[in-house]
């Protein structure tokens, strides 16, 4: 059974760069040809695609935040993450990873991620 | 942005039958990509309930069911139960962002 775990800061100040990374159990990450993703989700809004990673590296970004995110695999330790820039209180959000990226099977629990001074 | 529009909310009494649209665009659903369909319960991630227009994954109840059309799609629970009442998502493949698109989300209330 594949289980996908957040883990990063939970506080963030503005302008400040927001490092999340998932970890990635019961399967390989570079096996099976996945792409592995990141969604966020606002306070008591709708889901979000942030963007979406291959085990070679090829990433794919969401226009609306392409000039502020980075996805990064590392497939030794079965882990990629999402850096993102210059945050606000905007990406105040519960941040989730999946595997996949059309349909997600797979989904870690979440990690809400707060954006205050 | 692309998104996918379904209703804020749908209602009903347990036992009966409830359908929540999703209606895309011709970059997404009416392109031929496939529609999936995701549920969240409160304070969980969301889980995914159907998948390629119409199937379910293992271990989901045969009461949900999915079907696709054109631009639109539609999720369909029948024999409604208290259990059933989460928030519910479409989701699909749009070639103008070379990602996903969401829908907006209805919060589906067991009366």
Known sequence: QVQLQESGPGLVKPSQTLSLTCTVSGGSISSG??????????PGKGLEWIGHIYYSGTAYYNPSLKSRVTISVD???????LKLTSV??????VYYCARGMTPFDYWGQGTLVTVSS | QSVLTQPPSVSGAPGQRVTISCTGSGS?????Y???WYQQLPGTAPKLLIYGNSNRP???PDRFSGSKSGTSASLAIS?????DEADYYCQSYDSSLSGSVFGTGTKVTVL
């Open chain 2, 79 to 83: 024999g409604l139960q208290a259990e």
């Open chain 2, 28 to 32: 997404n659903i009416g392109a031929g």
């Open chain 1, 88 to 93: 606000t209180a905007a990406d105040t959000a």
């Open chain 2, 34 to 36: 496939d529609l999936h």
């Open chain 1, 75 to 81: 497939t030794s330790k079965s882990q990629f993450s």
């Open chain 2, 58 to 60: 293992s271990g989901v």
């Open chain 1, 33 to 42: 040809g996945y792409y592995w993703s990141w969604i966020r989700q606002h």
